[in-house]
Structure formats: C-alpha cells, structure tokens
C-alpha cells in the first residue's frame, strides 16, 4: 500500500503523515505540500521539515495563479485582514450561514484533486488529509465537512477508475483529539508551524494560533513552537 | 444566474458554451480553458475563437506542472504514441478493465476543482462541462462517467457551503447527438479543434478524429473543418 499525505506542516497535516509512516513504512508514504498563495508560506518549510524527520519522498507544486481572483483573508494579495478572533467569535458573526473569512474557495477540493492526479501517477493507493470536525463546524469551512469528504471520496475513487480512495482519519475529531493521538506516535511539533499570519513567531491571536494552544492545553503538555 | 463553462474548443464544450450563452446571454457566461500539458494545445487557439464569437468573457490558466509524472499519451513529454485506433479498438485491447492510454490522471475532477475555485470567487452560481456517454464507455475515460460526475457535483455543492453546482448537460448523449443539439444552436464548428494529435490540420485517425467524422456523417453534414 502506498500513500500520498497532503502535508501543510501543521498539526493536524503532520500527525497523519506520522499515521501513514507508522502504518506502512516510509518508503511507502510520499509528502505534497502546495503554495496556493497563502499568507503563512512559511508553513512550506515546517512540512519540508517535517518529511525530512520521516525521511520520506517530498513533492511541493504551485497553484497560486488559480486563486488570483479571490479576496480570501488567507491569501498575500488580499487586502483583507485575518481575523484576530477565536472561530466561536467568527462563527458568531457569520451566524454560521457563510464561510469564515479564510475560507479560500474549494481549496481542499483542488487540493485532493491535484493529489489525486499525482498520486495516480506516482502509483499511490490512497490520499490522507487532515480535515478535522472543529473546522467544519458552524460553516466555517464547508470543505472540511463529513459531507464533502465522502462525495470527493466518491468522486476520486469513480474518477480514477477505481484506483484510488482518501482517508480523513481526523474527520470525525478535534484538534485535541488529533494532538493525543500525535503525542503518542511521537510527533515532531515543534518542526510544525499552524499561524496563519506567518511572521517570525506565532501571532498567538488568529483563529488557528488560539485553536493549537488549546489543543496542547487540553492534554497538559507545553507547545514548544509557542514557547520559544 | 451565472455560469462558467470549462471550454476546451472542442464540439463538446463549445456545444456547452452556446446552451448557456442562448440560455443565460453572454453577459452571464464566463468561459475557461486549461492548458495542462496536451499535445493538441492549438485547441486552446480554438477555445479562445468560439468565446469570442459568443462575446464572452475568456479565461485560462495553467496546470501543466501538476501532471509532470504522467505518462499519458496525450501529454507533450510522454513518450508513448496517441493510439491511430479507435475508441472501440482501444477498449478491446484493455478489455474494458482500465482507461486508454490517453486518459489524464483525474484531469476532469482537477479540471472541475479548479474551475470551481474561480466560478465561486467570479460569483458563479454554476459550471458547465461537456462529458458525454462515447467517453465513459469501456471504462475508457472514467472521469467522464455519471457515477464521478454526480459524486463530483456533490463534492463541489457541499465545499463549497452550498453555493456551486454543476451541470453535465450532455452526460448520458452521445456525440452525434450533441452536435444535432449544437447544429440546432448554429455552434461554429469550423472554429472548434478535437485532433489530439494538434498538427495544422485533423490527423483523420485518433479516437477524436474519428468521433468527430462520425458525428457529423450521422447528422448528414460536412465538416468544414476536416474539408477545409
């Protein structure tokens, strides 16, 4: 069995490719990282950092053009600003009816389609990704949803002739769930990098800095990253 | 409503383009077209033509890095032969158990992706694309199948937060069908390109070729294209 991990270098990205390492070995596993434009491009060299500690095959593409008209917070040509609150907060004023503002449109999709045609090519049996349940919740990003998983499940499996699943194994789970499980296979956090706003150190105040500190918090441990 | 149309400058998608430009007037209609890496590029010279006699407006972009480790016929860098068969042939010889040798890993799930990230940021409400029932046969082409194309359809509803669909119009027709529908909608077929093999004029041999005369010789009318 070989498989193709969609790697960002955060937390959640990082522990499945420990998943897949552990379960079938890391001549078996290969890491794709994508720039598609992100402000915390920075996050390219924690998923670099992060094959290299698993001594796996490392494969990177851009997509940045796709995205060029999209004012998506997330993104470097965006004059919109990240949100500085927690995803409750943004939820809150969402009302849960429309996507976060980093939401960046279909990107998961792209992103376990351009997989899906590289890991038919590099003989690869199946896709891994690290969508968890905290980010679907409310709408905050609909390409995080149980919903969406199974049907690009679906759509990849017919669309490749039956030649290739994906696997969400933190679907159904939080980020402190994810963190548990992580501790257990021994994961390197301190080489991930989460923030979105990707200066020198975690800005500590976005959604995603907020959500990675109560995650270590939840399971007692100290995230090295943040301490610095 | 508005609609992006994936515009190949074949007779199928352009076929695509002329339903949703009689239906929802060129001003609602967005065309895009992708270069990925095929042989026969001049047919995005075709695409470009027939946008521009609906008058609409004319993307593209570029993905001919993503399928740098395949080893379709179809690509530029492959050094395998774009079968001089037909469809029929070529699904005899792999007994209908993989796709032809000019099947692009996953390229119409990639395809769909991306063009779903620009619909949503181009404030679509839907896209086109011209699959139809000659490609799905014999598992030659499965991501023009309508088991992927509902799965996909699906895929695109719920990550997107329930904003985009999808429409196949053409999904269980066959091409001779689809050009009564497009000689009905007076589509110029003259400006259209299908040879895969993108020399000055139709190699008169690939699948493609051959699909195309057959079509036109069902409805009774000559290709000025192949006569030209």
Known sequence: MRVLVLS???????????????KFGNENV????????????????????????????????????IFEYSDSSLLKHSTEEIPKT????????TKGEKPVSTYVPFRNGILLSVAAGIALSKECDVIYYGIHKDDAAGSAYPDCSV??????????YEGSGKQLKIEAPFVKMNKAEI???????????????????????????CGTCRDRARAFKENGVVDLLADD
Chains 1, 2 share one sequence.
Not at 31 to 48: D, R
Not at 147 to 156: H, K, S, T, Y
Not at 179 to 185: A, I, N, P, Q, R
């Open 8 to 22: 960002s270098g955060g937390i959640d990205s990082s522990t499945a490719l420990a998943m897949a390492v552990s």
């Open 30 to 65: 290969i890491a794709l990282s994508v720039s598609y434009g992100q402000k915390h491009l920075k996050e390219l060299e924690a998923s670099e950092a992060v094959a290299k500690h698993y001594n796996v095959e490392h494969l990177s593409t851009d997509l940045t053009k």
């Open 86 to 93: 927690s995803y409750e907060e943004q939820i809150n004023e």
């Open 147 to 156: 919903e969406f998983n199974d049907a690009m499940g679906r759509a990849i």
């Open 179 to 205: 963190v548990k499980k992580g501790l257990e296979l021994g994961v390197p956090y301190e080489l991930t990098w989460s923030c979105y706003e990707g200066g020198d150190k975690p800005c500590g105040v």
